[in-house]
């Protein structure tokens, strides 16, 4: 890693950690992923499997074990699942998973495709688990994920995010309502039913937004995010380096791939007196490993 962001901020009390999701999405997401990791700005990615340049990119993100970044899986059951069958909505999705409309054997089986495709590529499991649109958190979802890692159980526990939000924090009306309708679907359960059975979390999750406003407003965020951090808090983002016509965030991942890749940035995270790492790290530092 080659930026100061990386190095200890002197009188530093607290930690978060950076994550891009969508690794595989498109070139231009991988590539910004790569460079931000590099740069050490970012100390997690989390990858689906099912993304279309996933085969291409993954031998890179695999040497980037190396500088110790966190690499996850970023469970897709709506857009890139990877075995046949009908493909839902998100809208669907939850439906049918508050209605208990769920074929379990069905995502069973799509959750052990995607940790065999990961392990596969990674030559490892993954660091951590989250979902892509968050469906990892829903009922039918979390209990067959949960009992498909422990099925896997390699001898170490990979940490499960959680979408709680920080307490406090809104940037208007929209800012305090998406994030606070994410954790609902099922922060809570997840919550509990991770800690019964040993799987540590992060604090809250920040990055939660319209994705609208360009590269100001998206500066103006990271800075209340960084601000209203607790430590072990994780913060996810959305980067590209490159516009596919395809990606309907094309523009807005552009400018944070800007703004995580400037000059500013650095400042930013030494005025919130913070420091960036891998959640792994934290979460052993927090519960004392």
Request: overall charge positive.
């Amino acid at each position: 890693m080659t930026d100061a962001a990386a190095a200890p901020v002197q009188g530093a009390a607290r930690m978060i950690c950076l994550c891009v999701d969508d690794f595989g999405m498109h070139s231009g997401v991988d590539s910004a992923a790569l460079r931000l990791a590099e740069m050490g700005r970012v100390h997690a990615v989390s990858v689906l499997v099912g993304g279309k340049s996933w085969v291409a990119s993954s031998p890179s993100l695999r040497g980037m074990h190396a500088l110790g970044i966190d690499i996850g899986l970023h469970l897709d059951l709506t857009e890139t699942p990877l075995l046949g069958g009908p493909h839902r909505t998100l809208r669907e999705m939850i439906l049918d998973s508050y209605l208990r409309r769920l074929d379990r054997r069905v995502i069973r089986a799509e959750i052990r495709a995607q940790f065999d495709a990961f392990e596969q590529a990674m030559g490892r499991g993954p660091a951590f688990i989250d979902g892509h649109q968050h469906v990892h958190q829903l009922p039918g979802v979390r209990s067959e994920l949960l009992a498909e890692l422990q099925a896997r159980d390699r001898g170490s526990m990979p940490w499960i995010r959680s979408a709680r939000p920080p307490h406090g924090w809104s940037s208007g009306v929209a800012g305090w309502f998406k994030p606070r309708v994410i954790a609902w679907l099922g922060s809570g359960g997840l919550q509990s039913a991770a800690r019964r059975r040993g799987y540590p979390q992060n604090r809250h999750l920040l990055g939660v937004y319209d994705f609208r406003g360009g590269r100001s407003r998206y500066r103006e965020l990271l800075d209340k995010w960084f601000g209203s951090a607790s430590d072990g808090d994780l913060l996810m983002c959305h980067p590209s380096q490159t516009l596919h016509e395809s990606d309907p965030l094309g523009r807005a991942r552009q400018a944070e791939f800007e703004v995580l890749s400037g000059a500013e940035f650095d400042a930013a995270l030494q005025r919130a007196r913070l420091q960036l790492a891998p959640m792994s790290r934290i979460l052993e530092r927090r519960h004392g490993g």
